[in-house]
Nanobody
């Protein structure tokens, strides 16, 4: 079992920055990959970023490449998403998720086993 709790969402103007955090508990944190997804109103949940167990490999959606950075601290059991140069189209509920498969992380939503409750990010123009 893995429990995930996101924090750090809020309202920011276009061009601004936010840092999301996800605290994990339960299973040994370094044993699974992590990802961030988002879901805008009326749209399907989509992949944002993912990071391997060790943090040595990261992956990003094209829409956020160069603006967002995913990182993890296995000692603190935390994964962060630093979001810079935010755009109104980044407005969504952001979810962290745990991928317990061997060989993760994945960009595919169905690969993830556990999800947080989500945190709202709103970017005003």
């Amino acid at each position: 079992q893995v429990q995930l709790v996101e924090s750090g969402g809020g309202l920011v103007q276009a061009g601004g920055s936010l840092r999301l955090s996800c605290a994990a508990s339960g299973r040994t944190f370094s044993s699974y990959a992590m990802g961030w997804f988002r879901q805008a109103p009326g749209k399907e949940r989509e992949f944002v970023a993912a990071i391997s167990r060790s943090g040595g490999s990261t992956y990003y959606a094209d829409a956020v490449q160069g603006r967002f950075t995913i990182s993890r601290d296995n000692a603190k059991k935390m994964v962060d998403l630093q979001m810079n140069s935010l755009k109104p189209e980044d407005t969504a509920v952001y979810y962290c998720a745990a991928d317990l498969r061997f060989g993760g992380p994945s960009r595919v939503i169905n690969s993830y086993d556990y999800w947080g409750q989500g945190t709202q990010v709103t970017v005003s123009s």
